[in-house]
């Protein structure tokens, strides 16, 4: 059976808009992760070697999202934290909002094996939706670049 698609990126005139896709909303906040590194560099040489955990929080999906890709753009920038590999291990719902907790794997930056694409600046709230039908769950942000 083909694999179904993870992502894929939408015309938007000077960002990287993209919707990423999943099963449930765990698999899609997953796809979106995998997406951003890609708009970043070629994600197939990021070995993913180092494991790291995330645990974030925020009042509603949509700044789950925000924060979530934020996370790991941190990361990123302050570490040289390149990843490939995602695993939600739990997302839901809180008195407070909504809290996820992951698993990720990557490598450090290495600018003779990590071929540079584009640097992503920030993750934005501009036209960001969170699309939940049967089985399927589309998600759709902007990559500020």
Do not use: C
């Not at 993209?18 to 560099?41: H, K, P, Q």
């Not at 197939?44 to 180092?50: F, L, Q, R």
């Amino acid at each position: 059976m083909a694999r179904k698609k993870r992502f894929e990126f939408l015309e938007h005139t000077a960002d990287a808009y993209i919707a990423a896709y999943g099963r449930d909303l765990a698999e899609a906040f997953e796809n979106a992760a995998f997406a951003m590194f890609d708009v970043m560099t070629d994600i197939a040489k990021i070995t993913p070697e180092v494991k790291d955990s995330v645990e974030v929080a925020a009042e509603d999906e949509h700044a789950l999202l925000y924060i979530w890709l934020e996370t790991l753009l941190i990361k990123f920038d302050i570490y040289g934290m390149l990843y490939s590999k995602f695993k939600i291990l739990q997302l839901k719902k809180t008195a407070k909002g909504f809290m996820l907790r992951a698993e990720i794997w990557g490598e450090k930056f290495n600018p003779k094996k990590h071929m540079q694409k584009v640097g992503v600046k920030a993750i934005t709230y501009h036209v960001m939706e969170i699309i939940k039908e049967a089985g399927k769950v589309t998600l759709k942000f902007i990559l500020d670049i």
